[in-house]
């Protein structure tokens, strides 16, 4: 795994949601990325643990969000076709 670090504005992709788990399917994969087990099936996301990362990431870097849960996941861009496993539960 590797991590960048960027020192630049990036525009953020425009998205057709209001809320920001709409795009969700729960298939666990941002879970399995999470590096401080901030999120659950159950309760999403621990925001205090997510937020202890953060704090952890100033005090090194002066900059940080650690974001690894949201890239590289099926929700990331689109709305995820939902498997026929997740269609009969």
């Known amino acids: 795994m590797v991590t960048l670090i960027l020192d630049c504005f990036l525009e953020p ?4 949601y209001s ?3 709409e795009y969700c399917s729960q298939c666990g994969v941002c879970i399995t990325r999470c590096p401080v087990n901030a999120i659950t099936r159950k ?6 643990k997510c937020f ?3 704090r952890e990431l100033m005090a090194l870097y002066g900059k940080g969000n650690c ?6 996941v099926p ?6 076709v ?3 496993t ?4």
């Open 13 to 16: 992709t425009k998205r057709n």
């Open 75 to 80: 929700c990331e861009s689109r709305i995820p």
């Open 86 to 89: 997740e269609m009969k539960t």
């Open 82 to 84: 939902k498997s026929e």
């Open 67 to 72: 974001g690894k849960c949201m890239v590289g």
């Open 43 to 48: 309760h999403l996301r621990n925001l205090n």
């Open 52 to 54: 202890g990362r953060t």
């Open 19 to 21: 809320d920001p788990y």
